[in-house]
C-alpha cells in the first residue's frame, strides 16, 4: 500500500484545465492537493501542470502530467509521464496518477458502497455486501465464499437500475472476497460508471 505522502499532488492547473468535479473527486480517492507555494514546504509526489508552466517548474525529477490543448505540441522533458487533452477528465487523470505514484496502480476508481448482492453459482443462492465497486470488480462481504469463477452477482445502483455480472474471485480475505468482473453488459459497466462518478464528485 502506498504511503499517505506519495499521494501529494500539486496543481499547477489553469482555469478550466479540469473537468467540474475532478478536484473534489481526487480528494475523495485519497489525494492531497497542494498548491505550487504549498509544494516549497510539501514536496510532492508528482505535479500537474498546464503546458504554458512548464517552464516555471522546479529543476527537480518529481513527474510531470501535462494538460494541454488537443493536437498541441509540448516540449520533451524526460519528467513528463503523459500528457491529458483540456479539460482533463477525471479517468484520464486518475490512471495517469496511478501509474505515476502507485506500486501496483488501478485502472478505474473505486468507491466505498452498502450495496446487497444476490450471488448464484451452480446451485448455491446466498446474499451478500458490496463493500468496495469499481467498473472491473468489486469487494464482496458474504458468508459463503464465492468458487473461482462462474459466480453470477446481481445488485441495485441507486437510480442506476439493476446490474449483473459474471465474476471471477481474485483474493479472500476472512468474509471478503476481491471480485473481477469477467462478463458484465456494456450498458451495466456504463451505469456502475457514472454511479461512481455521482458518488465521487457530488
Known sequence: MTNAWM???ELRESRG???PGVRTA????GYRLISAEEAK???PAVRVVNAHGLARVPDDPTPIIVIALEGASVKEDPRITGVLPRPADLL???QLLQRAIEQFPREYPRVSTSLSARCVQGDRNWLGAILELSEKGCLLRSPTAPESEGARLTFALPEGGVVEATGESRSRRGPDTGIFF???GEAHRTAIAEYISEVLMD
Do not use: K, N
Not at 26 to 29: D, E, I, T, V
Open 17 to 19: 484545465d479540469l473537468e
Open 41 to 43: 514546504q510539501t514536496p
Open 26 to 29: 481526487l480528494a475523495r480517492l
Open 182 to 184: 469477467r462478463e458484465i
Open 7 to 9: 499521494r501529494v499532488v
Open 92 to 94: 484520464g487523470l486518475y
